[in-house]
């Protein structure tokens, strides 16, 4: 599986960006896909997921509200709609694949066989 993230950039404070994470290859195997971050000096955390099949969705609560992580059948692709972007959101955020994961596992970076190469997102003040 073949994960391509888009979408980033600058942005000012309560602004609104959308990612993409376009996957290739054996992606029938890849039932969660998953959008994390990653801000300088600081451990990859988990941000959304959705479930390919059924599209049950997961956020992480500095997000809920505000983002929402969607999924394209036709396309292959996942979409992360971000509104009311804050400073703290600023991040390299990466896209990720995983075969089905049970609710404990879906937060844990480790659980994903997949990543994208990230997109970097800066929220000015």
């Known amino acids: 599986v073949q994960l391509q993230a888009s979408g980033g950039g600058l942005v000012q404070a309560w602004g609104s960006l959308r990612l993409s994470c376009a996957a290739s290859g054996r992606t029938l195997s890849s039932d969660v896909r998953g959008w994390f971050r990653q801000a300088p000096e600081k451990e990859r955390e988990f941000v959304a997921a959705v479930r390919w099949s059924g599209g049950s969705t997961y956020y992480t609560d500095s997000v809920k509200g505000r983002f929402t992580i969607s999924r394209d059948n036709t396309k292959n692709t996942v979409y992360l709609q971000m509104n009311s972007l804050k400073p703290e959101d600023t991040a390299v955020y990466y896209c990720?694949?995983?075969?089905?994961?049970?609710?404990?596992?879906?937060?844990?970076?480790?659980?994903?066989?997949?990543w994208g190469q990230g997109t970097q997102v800066t929220v000015s003040s």
């Open positions: 990720a694949a995983a075969p089905r994961l049970i609710l404990s596992m879906l937060r844990l970076p480790s659980s994903y066989d997949y």
